[in-house]
T-cell receptor, first 114, second 110 residues
Framework: AQSVTQPDIHITVSEGASLELRCNYSYGATPYLFWYVQSPGQGLQLLLK??????LVQGIKGFEAEFKRSQSSFNLRKPSVHWSDAAEYFCAVGAMEYGNKLVFGAGTILRVKS | DAGITQSPRYKITETGRQVTLMCHQT?????MFWYRQDLGHGLRLIYYSAAADITDKGEVPDGYVVSRSKTENFPLTLESATRSQTSVYFCASLWGNEQFFGPGTRLTVL
């Protein structure tokens, strides 16, 4: 069965510090990978996506993610966190072979200390 | 407005009542999806549709019914609401390999 694991439920970082949010997946097909961000009471905003090609992808708001097939991972990074980055982050996996249905991780809540 | 809209945005209902959540998209995308979001679970797929009159179950379909008579609309019905269906519901449509999400409906079942 397809699954996505985000091992960290909560993460706290200081403003200006670097950030890495982990995402591991188990999938029976070549995956498409996504990171979404959700502020409290808001909808989902797409941060970045990976379909194919260069395994390091750049997204909005200074985020990037690296696809590592050998580790089944798609970790999200940001070199310097801003207080406005405090939100919940979701990793998701899909594939054309499965009708592009998305499987989501449980989410990681990011808190930023000033 | 172009895009994907959901109505109502907030709904409070009672156990046993029927509730319909509406989803409308202006793009004429073929694929549409319904997810529910619960703490600790992320988003889970309830139903999806590949085209008008073609629907299929997702991961958590029990207690829900969908229909899709027109490409642009994909309503989700809770036939007899239960407290466990208290959740935030998101509708999405697919373009290429990317899903575009609506703003969500927060449903509370008392």
């Amino acid at each position: 069965a397809q699954s996505v694991t985000q091992p960290d439920i909560h993460i706290t970082v200081s403003e200006g510090a670097s950030l890495e949010l982990r995402c591991n997946y188990s999938y029976g097909a070549t995956p498409y990978l996504f990171w979404y961000v959700q502020s409290p009471g808001q909808g989902l905003q797409l941060l970045l996506k990976y379909f194919s090609g260069d395994t390091l992808v750049q997204g909005i708001k200074g985020f990037e993610a690296e696809f590592k097939r050998s580790q089944s991972s798609f970790n999200l990074r940001k070199p310097s966190v801003h207080w406005s980055d405090a939100a919940e982050y979701f990793c998701a996996v899909g594939a054309m072979e499965y009708g592009n249905k998305l499987v989501f991780g449980a989410g990681t809540i990011l808190r930023v200390k000033s | 407005d172009a895009g994907i809209t959901q109505s109502p945005r907030y709904k409070i209902t009672e156990t046993g009542r029927q509730v319909t959540l509406m989803c409308h998209q202006t793009w004429s995308h073929s694929y549409m999806f319904w997810y529910r979001q619960d703490l600790g679970h992320g988003l889970r797929l309830i139903y999806y549709s590949a085209a008008a009159d073609i629907t299929d179950k997702g991961e958590v379909p029990d207690g829900y019914v969908v229909s899709r008579s027109k490409t642009e609309n994909f309503p989700l019905t809770l036939e007899s609401a239960t407290r466990s269906q208290t959740s935030v519901y998101f509708c999405a449509s697919l373009w290429g390999n990317e899903q575009f999400f609506g703003p969500g409906t927060r449903l509370t079942v008392l």
